[in-house]
Structure formats: structure tokens, C-alpha cells
């Protein structure tokens, strides 16, 4: 069985062809693929693409990229994860390569995403770019490692 781990059907270039993607995915014999949400905004799209389609499963989070976007709480997160077909916190993570600044709303945020997932026993998603050493060092700190992760490390540069 081939899944699809990580995949943004939500994306309007990806909707307008729904189902040319879902046709090729079944030819290439992919049974099943998580799309994972992005901001809170756009959460609702996400999971009704998960209700609609057997072979799809959904995230629920905010990427690291997304600044100035609705923040989302533990107590939202975990009664989002609740929803039907949702099997995921995130994608969350750091980003300091197309970020930069004072980037601790990006810490808080990833801190608020990993409480998220112990408290609801989801897994996390994790998305790191140019962000290591800090990725690592707030997973140890927030015990990351009681629950089950998917980390995509972005390339450093182009």
C-alpha cells in the first residue's frame, strides 16, 4: 500500500483538477493521503476534502510561514484533531530560511502545536527549514517524543 504522507489537495491549483490528482494517485496505486492544513482559516476546506473522499485523511494546524494569521490554542487544536478523519496536529514546525526577524511566535506556536498532540495523542507534523538545532531543542523540551512525528526538513538553500 502506497500513502501519501503529506499533501496540500486544498491548494487551488490542486482543487481545480480534484479529480485528475485523485485518478492519478489511484493509477500509481497511492490508496490513501493525509492533507494537511495550513492556517485555521483554511482548516475547513482541508477537512471537508477528508469527509468527501474515502482515501483521504486530514491535518489540522498552522505552517510556520503563515505570520499574522489566526494563532490557534491547545483546547482548539485538540477538539479540531476530534473531527472525523482528522489524524494529525500540524503542519507545524520553524522556518528561519524564509522568515526572519524576531521569529519567537514561530517557537510559541510549534510549543503550543507539540502540547497539542500529547494532549490529544495525535501525531505531529513537523515542517524545519534552516531551523534545526532549535526544532530539536523545543521537541526535548516539550517531550516531543511521547508522541509520533513526520518531520520535513526543507533545503537550507536554493
Known amino acids: ?7 496540500h489537495l486544498d491548494f487551488p491549483e490542486l482543487t481545480e483538477r480534484l479529480p485528475e490528482v485523485l485518478a492519478n494517485m489511484a493509477a500509481a496505486r497511492v490508496e490513501h493521503a493525509l492533507c ?13 476534502l477528508a469527509a468527501d473522499h474515502p482515501q483521504l485523511s486530514a491535518s489540522v494546524g498552522v505552517h ?6 489566526r494563532e490557534p490554542t491547545i ?3 485538540v477538539t479540531l ?15 528561519y530560511f524564509r522568515a526572519s526577524g524576531d521569529l519567537s511566535w514561530q517557537r510559541e506556536r510549534f ?3 507539540i502540547r497539542a498532540a500529547r494532549e490529544s ?12 538545532e532549535d526544532t530539536l531543542r523545543i521537541m526535548r523540551e516539550e517531550r516531543a517524543a511521547e508522541v509520533f512525528a513526520v ?3 526543507g533545503p537550507e538553500e536554493h
Open 1 to 7: 500500500m502506497f500513502v501519501d504522507s503529506h499533501c
Open 36 to 48: 494537511i492544513s495550513v492556517t485555521l482559516e483554511d482548516w475547513p476546506r482541508v477537512a471537508a
Open 64 to 69: 510556520p510561514d503563515n505570520e499574522g494569521v
Open 75 to 77: 483546547e482548539q487544536l
Open 81 to 95: 484533531s476530534r473531527a472525523e478523519k482528522i489524524v494529525a496536529i500540524g503542519e507545524t514546525g520553524l522556518d
Open 111 to 113: 510549543r503550543t502545536h
Open 121 to 132: 495523542g495525535r501525531p505531529l507534523v513537523i515542517h524545519t527549514r534552516a531551523a534545526s
Open 151 to 153: 518531520i520535513t526538513k
